[in-house]
């Protein structure tokens, strides 16, 4: 029934996260689809960063690695990677943080280090990254992924990247003065924390999607808003900016270079 | 004297078995040349050091080379999974790979202090993470101005650096550009520098802030066209991102990886003879 899919509408309401004019912090892959949907659509103005020391780029096709040709030839400046972190993030100049995740638990918390024992692992993934310190000195944070039991547990087994830690004022009590994640942007919904508990809360729910469906997804008790609402479905220009991305990526990434 | 040899040259002189070897490149000018050459000579026991580790180091580590790996992410970017990296800490194998491992921040600092010559680096960070709980390099101090509570990690001092690079002059020193990373401080931090290039010049010609490496901080250039394929190299070739989502399936396989191994990195003489089959191995539209 729905003309668009729900990896689609995932990153369409993510994108609408970005305020023109703010200057973001790029994950790769769903953060930087969204990022790039935002600059193309309603936020013309806004600065992308990527950690490969990439300021104020503006690619045409989205990037598959963090360090592509693309991004530096479209940036306002290339910047050395100890430059990237230790003036531009640590020094202050990052509104957004805009990550992506492995697994994530009811207090934002991110996990892209190791399922299992850390010396015995399940499954070895691939690491930090910037992530702990986007999320730390970006002045807040969003995430994107997928929701799945796997993906949305309890408790992290490995904190990589910390969200509200065990809740209410802990990030606070840490010594970080940033807000955090404000939102979680999934195929299904939005999840934002609670104000007070800091416990994420289904705040929208995509059209096509359940609160039964939100919960089957989720690893522990999902508390929603009552009523919760409807995600506004995408607009005709947002679908055929976001599709016509796709289009000039696959493209791109599909020939010999 | 002139800084300038063959690769094979170059990384039988200076990389010896067990040494810390840094081969930088944030996705850009990675030096898959030199990397090929050290698996070539069969170097063993090596401790590896890269913010980013990808293919190069996957190989590294299947093919015997390495003892332990310090590093901040270590993936297949835009793919996935580095699956010899995994097989080596899940299960052993070739041998187990001890690792230690920081965040990029932490670790572009590190590099910054060995090039500053401090004894550790100090970091905002680290701060509501579990990594410091794993990394015993990594401690606190309180700053004795404000009383903030900081985090600190031992300065970078690689035995050997080997990066890629755009051009050197016939006496040796090097300029490069676009996505340059953490490879100036590399260069500086470490005890032996290694450069291949793509193109030996007559004169360089940098912008007054360009990044020129001067030849009396390096020990070796090797001149490697197309030396960081399949990374890019700005102003000569595009990354080739159909041979990183190539990869996958054979990393996944350890015979397959094995048989590959061989046949294009054992079994040719240098990069170009490598590259030269593997362009041929490379139909377009073929993705096994």
């Avoid at chain 1, 830690?165 to 404000?182: F, V």
């Avoid at chain 1, 999840?191 to 416990?199: C, G, I, N, Q, W």
């Avoid at chain 2, 094979?8 to 810390?20: L, T, Y």
């Amino acid at each position: 029934m729905n003309q668009y899919t729900a990896e689609e509408m995932m990153t369409i309401a993510a994108s609408r996260k970005l305020k023109n004019g703010v200057v973001c912090f790029v994950g790769i892959g769903l953060p930087s689809a969204a990022a790039n949907l935002a600059r193309l659509t309603h936020a013309p103005d806004v600065v992308l960063i990527y950690e490969s020391g990439t300021i104020g780029t503006k690619p045409n096709v989205l990037p598959l690695s963090i360090g592509d040709g693309e991004l530096s030839e479209s940036a306002q400046m290339v910047v050395s990677v100890p430059e990237m972190f230790r003036y531009w993030l640590q020094g202050g100049w990052v509104d957004v943080g805009f990550l992506g995740a492995a697994q994530i638990d009811k207090f934002a918390n991110i996990n892209t280090t190791v399922i299992g024992d850390y010396h015995q692992p399940k499954t070895r993934l691939p690491g930090a990254g910037g992530a702990p310190e986007i999320s730390t000195n970006a002045k807040e944070s969003l995430i994107i992924l997928k929701q799945s039991k796997r993906a949305f547990v309890e408790k992290v087994s490995f904190i990589t990247s910390p969200g509200h830690l065990s809740g209410g004022d802990a990030r606070e009590k840490a010594g970080l003065s940033t807000k955090g994640p404000t939102a979680v942007i999934t195929d299904l919904g939005v999840l934002a924390p609670d104000p007070v508990s800091k416990e994420l809360v289904l705040v929208s729910l995509h059209e096509g999607s359940t609160v039964e469906q939100a919960q089957e997804a989720t690893g522990w008790h999902l508390k929603t808003n009552d009523p919760v609402p409807f995600t506004p479905p995408p607009t005709p220009l947002e679908l055929s900016v976001l599709r016509d991305l796709n289009e000039r990526t696959a493209l791109a990434h599909s020939g010999t270079h | 004297m002139s800084k300038i040899c063959s690769l094979k040259e170059a990384i039988a002189r200076i990389v010896k078995n067990g040494d810390s070897v840094a081969m930088e490149g944030f996705t850009h000018l990675i030096p898959y040349a030199a990397g090929h050459e050290v698996i070539r000579q069969q170097k063993r026991n090596l401790t590896l050091i890269r913010m980013t580790p990808d293919l190069i180091y996957d190989q590294l580590i299947g093919a015997g080379c390495v003892k332990k790996m310090i590093f901040s992410w270590g993936g297949n970017p835009g793919v996935g999974s580095l699956h010899r990296f995994r097989d080596a800490v899940e299960n052993g194998w070739p041998q187990p790979l001890e690792i230690q491992e920081h965040s990029h921040a932490d670790m572009a600092s590190t590099y910054d202090a060995g090039a500053a010559n401090l004894p550790f680096a100090v970091l905002r960070g680290h701060i509501g993470s579990d990594l410091p709980l794993y990394n015993p390099q990594i401690k606190w101090i309180t700053c004795p101005f404000t009383d903030e509570k900081l985090a600190v990690m031992p300065a970078l001092n690689p035995d050997v650096t080997i990066i890629h690079a755009q051009q050197a002059d016939q006496q040796g020193n090097v300029f490069l550009w676009g996505i340059v990373g953490v490879q100036k401080q590399a260069v500086l931090a470490a005890e032996k520098v290694i450069i291949t290039v793509e193109e030996i010049v007559v004169k360089l010609n940098p912008p007054p802030n360009g990044i020129v490496l001067p030849h009396w901080v390096i020990d070796a250039v090797c001149k490697v066209p197309g030396g960081a394929f399949p990374s890019y190299t700005q102003g000569y070739y595009e990354r080739n991102n159909r041979f990183y989502q190539q990869w996958d399936p054979i990393a996944r396989d350890r015979e397959r990886f094995n048989q590959w191994i061989h046949d294009y990195v054992m079994a040719v003489e240098n990069f170009a003879d490598y590259k030269a089959q593997l362009e041929k191995d490379l139909i377009p539209g073929d993705t096994k």
